[in-house]
């Protein structure tokens, strides 16, 4: 297994540089992190932009709706300093920014916090980047969104964004997996991406599995949690430290075979004795 394949930067490597900024993203793909997460929205002037609020106060200090606003005004904002000092020179970026940072290697998730107005701009986008479509997955909450996503970009994995118990405790049934499942073939997208919380257990994620569906989890920053999770066979983690955690279960993954040879050689000298 090669871990790298399977972690996701959330908002680029959003735990050392501002969420959701080129430095953010850059870091990531200097980490040699496979895969980025970002988010993006719809301003005013029918630009797509890379941010997780509707609003900039949280980033900025200086509040501006994003689908009220122009391009220009949203890039004299300062998106970094609220980070540290030494970022006060990142500002918002625009998709197409963000797509040219991609490596050949890379792969770019979107999630779409915009109404359906924002594909066919989305799709322009894409299709203009160079990119292969196989670097390119997109993922929303909004289910139909991703149906009009589907038809109009086919070529592109589709995951559908599952909150499940993020909010309150709660079990779910055989019958609600089951009515998630049909639904995600019903609008031929390609999975889920899912909370990592009580619901995600090994049932969860077995029954998306033998459906042929792929499964991602958010937000994991414990490599322990990390390294089960890859045990039972997830597809994705979405983590906050995408290096960190990369260099973690790799760590993991070679004590293990050590524990594994030592107990073999422990086995092998039993029986000559």
Request: glycine share 6%; with cysteine.
């Given at each position: 297994m090669v871990i790298k394949n399977y972690i996701i930067a959330h908002r680029g490597e959003s735990f050392d540089a501002p969420e959701n900024t080129l430095a953010s993203i850059q870091l990531a793909w200097q980490k040699e992190v496979k895969t980025v997460e970002i988010d993006v929205r719809m301003t005013i002037d029918n630009q797509i932009v890379v941010i997780h609020d509707p609003d900039t106060f949280r980033i900025s200090g200086k509040k501006l709706v994003v689908k009220r606003s122009t391009l220009h005004e949203l890039k004299q904002l300062d998106f970094g300093s609220h980070k540290h000092p030494k970022w006060a020179d990142e500002h918002i970026p625009t998709l197409r920014e963000v797509l040219s940072t991609v490596p050949p290697e890379g792969k770019l998730i979107i999630e779409i916090k915009s109404n359906t107005h924002i594909l066919d701009r989305l799709k322009q986008e894409l299709s203009q980047s160079g990119l292969e479509s196989a670097q390119i997955e997109l993922i929303a909450f909004d289910v139909q969104i991703l149906k009009k996503a589907k038809q109009l970009m086919p070529e592109y994995k589709m995951l559908w964004l599952l909150e499940l118990d993020y909010s309150r405790?709660?079990?779910?049934?055989?019958?609600?997996?089951?009515?998630?499942?049909?639904?995600?073939?019903?609008?031929?997208?390609?999975?889920?991406?899912?909370?990592?919380?009580?619901?995600?257990?090994?049932?969860?994620?077995?029954?998306?599995?033998?459906?042929?569906?792929?499964?991602?989890?958010w937000t994991v920053n414990d490599p322990e949690k990390a390294g089960w999770l890859l045990q039972n066979g997830i597809d994705g983690i979405t983590t906050d430290k995408a290096g960190w955690m990369t260099e973690e279960l790799v760590k993991k993954q070679q004590f293990e075979v050590i524990l594994l040879f030592c107990i073999f050689d422990v086995w092998k000298m039993r029986k000559l004795t």
């Open positions: 405790p709660q079990q779910l049934l055989w019958t609600e997996k089951k009515k998630i499942i049909n639904k995600v073939k019903r609008f031929h997208l390609d999975g889920v991406d899912v909370w990592a919380g009580q619901a995600m257990n090994c049932d969860f994620i077995s029954a998306f599995k033998d459906a042929g569906l792929l499964i991602y989890a």
